[in-house]
């Protein structure tokens, strides 16, 4: 059977979406899996990933995100490859859409939650490993204490006015995603815009896992604070956070030993240069 490789376009999002919930993830609605599939940033995406069609019917898809970002004061064009799915009669044609993706120039390429068989093919690809070391910090009701400038706050109208600059874009970027959190601290020092996904194995509301800080010193100073507000706010009784995202090591923080890993491939840029912002980790309600 003749089995083409084909973008995904805005027409293609929504029998993607039915594939993506009938073989991915029953959990995702089939409509949250379309508004997946396209972010609310702006972008000049040239599509939403690749698929496998045969007979015309979608039996494998590889889902991207583009975004353009500023790195080091120059414009990059990024494209995060995020779920991979294929039917297992097509399995040995999974690789076509990988380098259908890869294939694109201009781009540098992230690939932020590889499952364990398809590291060793981003290796052979040219793919680097992110430091992907992970924390679990419980989150405790400390004392509040009053005064100090201190400001903890989830609300998105305060968040607006709190946030100026780059710090605002990225939130305007991405409250609307489906998958992330949006904290804003401020102390006399600065302000902090945090993003965080609640993430629940089972169903059970038990972890934030930690996504982006804009600004590592005010987030250590305030990092007490923003478990206790987690906790109260959220009902979220611990963070799951990566040292090189947090840009410290708590001291109550316990190394949780994970298969987790974070990829990139770029001739130009360095590991601090990529984060996980723009991806489906703010996308996709794993």
Same mark, same amino acid.
């Given at each position: 059977m003749n089995v083409q490789v084909l973008p995904i376009t805005s027409a293609d999002v929504s029998r993607v979406a039915h594939f993506l919930h009938a073989n991915l993830n029953t959990r995702i609605s089939v409509d949250l899996w379309a508004r997946t599939l396209t972010p609310p940033w702006k972008s000049t995406a040239p599509?939403?990933?690749?698929?496998l069609l045969a007979a015309g019917i979608v039996v494998g898809v590889y889902l991207a995100f583009y975004a353009e970002r500023s790195v080091g004061g120059v414009r990059h064009r990024f494209c995060n490859l995020a779920g991979w799915c294929v039917l297992p009669q097509y399995r040995l044609l999974s690789v076509k859409l990988l380098r259908a993706l890869l294939r694109q120039e201009g781009y540098h390429f992230t690939d932020l939650s590889p499952s364990g068989n398809v590291i060793p093919i981003n290796e052979r690809l040219g793919f680097r490993h992110l430091d992907s070391t992970l924390l679990a910090?419980?989150? @405790?009701?400390? +004392?509040?204490?009053?005064? %100090?400038? %201190?400001? @903890?706050? *989830?609300d998105p109208r305060r968040i607006e006015d709190l946030l100026a600059g780059?710090?605002? &874009? #990225?939130? @305007?970027d991405h409250r609307e995603t489906a998958a992330a959190r949006h904290v804003v601290l401020a102390?006399?020092? !600065? @302000?902090?815009?945090v993003v965080f996904r609640h993430d629940? +194995?089972? !169903? =059970? +509301?038990? /972890?934030? *896992? =930690?996504?982006h800080v804009t600004d590592p010193a005010v987030f250590r100073r305030?990092? %007490?604070?923003f478990t206790?507000?987690? =906790? #109260? %706010?959220?009902?979220?009784p611990a963070t799951l956070l990566e040292p090189r995202v947090a840009g410290f090591h708590p001291r109550a923080a316990v190394r949780v030993p994970t298969a987790r890993r974070r990829? /990139?491939? *770029?001739?130009?840029? &360095? +590991?601090?240069?990529i984060d996980l912002l723009y991806s489906e980790l703010v996308c996709v309600p794993f």
């Open positions: 599509n939403h990933g690749f698929m910090v419980p989150n @405790v009701p400390w +004392p509040s204490l009053p005064g %100090r400038g %201190r400001v @903890v706050t *989830s780059e710090d605002l &874009q #990225l939130y @305007v102390d006399r020092g !600065g @302000v902090c815009y629940r +194995p089972k !169903g =059970l +509301p038990l /972890f934030a *896992s =930690l996504v305030m990092f %007490r604070p206790r507000h987690l =906790l #109260l %706010r959220y009902g979220i990829m /990139f491939r *770029s001739d130009t840029l &360095q +590991p601090q240069d």
